[in-house]
């Protein structure tokens, strides 16, 4: 019997990278856009910014300190991945990396908050009955660290592969993914307001 931290482990796992569940891989794609294999440890930073972030809401909405309606929530986080992805396509290529050495931090930190409480509602759901929580959300929140790097990996291979191997324009590139971020965080956007 797997021990309750892998238990914990694979489900945040599991949740970053589902699917399903894909409002939360298009952030983490709009935050990489920008970014190639050479600033590695920065965008490590960014994510563990969004880490941080997502971590403090999601033990406060998980112990129920904090409450915020579902469906704000659920508007407000392909916002996120908007605004994200606007940031990308208005920033001159020059001055992606110096400028968002600046803002992206408290960006990623500040939109992490917002996504934790959307995984706030996942994580109450799956603890049921456990005597303490500390463990879970711990192990919960490392899960979901490594499955946000296994995207960053992702999408840095196929920004790679892309600039690299196809001769795409480095900015044509941030613009097709970004661009592409945008529109289905729009349609995400429409979508959840209309239900």
């Keep these: 019997m797997p021990s309750e931290f892998l238990v914990y482990?694979?489900?945040?796992?599991?949740?970053?990278?589902?699917?399903?569940?894909?409002d939360h891989i298009l952030f983490i794609v709009a935050?990489?856009?920008?970014?190639?294999?050479?600033?590695?440890?920065?965008?490590l930073?960014?994510?563990?910014?969004?880490?941080?972030?997502?971590?403090?809401?999601?033990?406060?909405?998980?112990l129920r300190l904090v409450t915020i309606d579902s469906a704000?929530?659920?508007?407000?986080?392909?916002?996120?991945?908007?605004l994200t992805s606007l940031i990308d396509i208005a920033a001159p290529a020059e001055e992606q990396q110096v400028k968002a050495a600046r803002y992206k931090y408290g960006l990623a930190l500040g939109f992490g908050l917002i996504h934790g409480l959307g995984f706030s509602n996942f994580l109450r759901a799956v603890l049921g009955g456990e005597e303490s929580i500390v463990l879970p959300l711990f192990s919960f929140n490392v899960g979901l660290e490594l499955g946000q790097i296994a995207i960053v990996f992702a999408v840095l291979t196929l920004s790679a592969v892309m600039v690299g191997f196809v001769k795409m324009k480095a900015r044509d590139w941030i613009l097709v993914l970004s661009g592409a971020t945008a529109g289905i965080s729009l349609l995400m956007i429409l979508e959840r307001l209309t239900t």
């Design 72 to 82: 704000l929530v659920e508007v407000l986080i392909p916002v996120t991945i908007f």
């Design 31 to 43: 935050l990489c856009a920008v970014y190639r294999f050479k600033a590695w440890r920065h965008l």
């Design 9 to 22: 482990l694979r489900l945040g796992f599991e949740h970053i990278s589902d699917l399903k569940g894909y």
């Design 45 to 62: 930073w960014l994510v563990t910014a969004f880490t941080v972030g997502h971590s403090v809401t999601l033990a406060l909405a998980t």
